[in-house]
């Protein structure tokens, strides 16, 4: 099974409508993050959790709020679509531990289409 | 400027050769340096980190360091087709910029290995 599993895969929506991503990990890694990828410009960081009680926003926050439900699991919600919200969205988790060499692992990616 | 350079590409070499791919970045304070592969429609996967200055082989791949000069590259000596995907530069923020807890991702270079 894989480490960090991404629901659902692929979805297609209407603008105004709410979406939740989840994301699951069984590394017992305690830092857990939110990307999304447009054509061009790389991964932009949306949230970002230390733990259960930490959560802190990233770069392009507008539009998107998070729950940490357990250390194991880290949700992405779309209050109200909109179709420039159009894009691929990756969960990535990170061990504490490691320092310098420690990186992030990614799920395999929810593609989002918003009508 | 951004914070992770990248030349988009595609960067096309013939079978057996190197490709060298580069990253320059603009956070003198960033520490660890990442190289992600990713295939179209997957998500990233890592390759190799680097966090001092010189050189770090692993097999095929070579990533070079400069933090003097806020760059860093990775080389494959002889490239095979399956190399072909987006290479993704990624750096730990400075001291007040999240430091190794965050990520910031250059927008990759697709590298396309031809017969």
């Known amino acids: 099974d894989a480490d960090v599993t991404q629901t659902p895969r692929n979805r297609i929506t209407k603008t105004g409508k709410r979406i939740m991503l989840e994301c699951s990990q069984t590394k017992g890694h305690d830092r857990m993050y939110w990307y999304r990828q447009d054509p061009g410009l790389g991964l932009r960081l949306i949230y970002y959790?230390?733990?259960?009680?930490?959560?802190n926003k990233g770069e392009i926050s507008d539009g998107y709020s998070v729950s940490r439900q357990a250390q194991a699991k880290f949700s992405l919600s779309l209050e109200s679509a909109i179709p420039n919200q159009t894009a691929l969205y990756f969960c990535?988790?990170?061990?504490?531990?490691?320092?310098?060499?420690?990186?992030?692992?990614f799920g395999p990616g929810t593609r989002l289409t918003v009508l | 400027q951004k914070e992770v350079e990248q030349n988009s590409g595609p960067l096309s070499v013939p079978e057996g050769a190197i490709a060298s791919l580069n990253c320059t970045y603009s956070?003198?304070?960033?520490?660890?340096f990442f190289w992600y592969r990713q295939y179209s429609g997957k998500s990233p996967e890592l390759i190799m980190f680097?966090?001092?200055?010189g050189d770090k082989e692993d097999g095929r791949f070579t990533a070079q360091l400069n933090k003097a000069s806020q760059y860093v590259s990775l080389l494959i000596r002889d490239s095979q087709p399956s190399d072909s995907a987006t290479y993704l530069c990624?750096?730990?923020?400075?001291?007040?910029?999240?430091?190794?807890?965050?990520?910031?991702f250059g927008a990759g270079t697709r590298l396309a290995v031809h017969p």
């Open positions: 990624a750096v730990t923020g400075g001291k007040f910029s999240g430091g190794y807890n965050k990520l910031i």
């Open positions: 990535a988790t990170r061990s504490s531990s490691g320092g310098l060499a420690d990186t992030q692992y």
């Open positions: 680097i966090y001092s200055n």
């Open positions: 959790s230390f733990d259960v009680k930490d959560i």
């Open positions: 956070d003198q304070g960033s520490q660890s």
